[in-house]
């Protein structure tokens, strides 16, 4: 038998479907890897309040300048996030800026987030937005004045923030440069693990480097590789076993903000990832500084 011939009409279907399936299969793929980065960032921990719907927001955050609620990032279009525009998500992690133009504060770690790659941030959001909607109105915050001004963030921005992307440092192995992008970026560790001045800004010359003073209060530790006050006795394999299950190498299990960390985001890291933010850590400067809790 002759050999069917395709019409135009057929052929042309058949490019649009192969087209549709690639461009399907590619939005599947970007939807797992905005999921990947979301728990990098530990965005479910923070977004999520006790007994809450998942990042419909209402998690209290505990400071000394007042009481913050994080905010619903569900697609939900009145409470949510479901009518930003790439720009306006790009520019809330660049820049601390709402899509109506005011400042947030710094407890949105944005002075991290603006080295998030632009291919980041929008994986990000598509996996946001791939997510049910929640209509959850988001609570405000209960700081007092002129702490809650959000027209002082202005500022505080122009003395302590440096926006920019990551700049990976050329002379330093992939590695190292991926475990920088984590732990600086992505995962933001020094917002928590770095003390903090009187106006809320990290301590420079401090990073990593433990406050008894972290958020709701909580102690958080020196995590820069000092034998005696941070993580210096710990192994490699030690801090890759810790980064993936909360177990330290005195087999004590992490409390605190830092299980949820581990639980809703870091225990679903690749073991090169891991890894990575390893060497990073490990690579640092050792900083002497004994974190106690307040008497």
Not at 86 to 114: C, H, I, K, M, W
Not at 253 to 266: N, T, W
Request: proline residues 9%; glycine residues 8%; hydrophobic residues 35%.
């Amino acid at each position: 038998m002759p050999a069917l011939r395709q019409t135009p009409c057929v052929a042309a279907a058949l490019v649009l479907l192969l087209a549709a399936l690639a461009a399907a299969a590619a939005e599947e793929d970007t939807v797992k890897r905005g999921e990947y980065l979301v728990r990098a960032g530990g965005c479910f921990s923070c977004h999520t309040a006790p007994g809450g719907q998942k990042l419909a927001g209402g998690r209290a955050l505990k400071t000394p300048f007042g009481t913050f609620y994080s905010p619903n990032i569900t697609p939900d279009p009145k409470t949510g996030i479901g009518r930003w525009t790439d720009a306006q998500f790009q520019r809330a992690l660049r820049q601390g800026v709402s899509p109506e133009g005011t400042n947030y504060f710094p407890v949105f770690p944005y002075p991290s987030f603006t080295r998030i790659t632009d291919s980041d941030a929008l994986a990000i959001k598509v996996y946001l937005f791939s997510l049910p909607a929640v209509h959850q109105e988001n609570r405000p915050h209960d700081v007092a004045f002129p702490f809650s001004w959000r027209l002082l963030q202005t500022g505080w921005k122009l003395l302590f923030f440096s926006p920019g992307p990551f700049e990976p440092k050329p002379d330093r192995s992939a590695v190292y440069n991926r475990g920088a992008y984590l732990v600086t970026a992505l995962a933001h560790c020094g917002e928590c693990h770095t003390p903090r001045n009187l106006l809320g800004a990290t301590r420079s010359g401090q990073q990593l480097a433990g406050t008894p003073d972290g958020p709701d209060g909580e102690l958080v530790p020196n995590i820069t590789p000092d034998p005696a006050t941070g993580i210096g006795k710990w192994d490699k394999e030690d801090v890759v076993e810790f980064l993936r299950t909360g177990m330290t190498p005195e087999q004590s299990r992490v409390k605190g903000a830092m299980r949820e960390v581990v639980e809703d985001g870091l225990k679903y890291l690749s073991e090169d990832d891991l890894e990575a933010i390893t060497d990073y850590l490990l690579a640092q400067p050792a900083i002497v500084r004994s974190v106690t809790r307040r008497k």
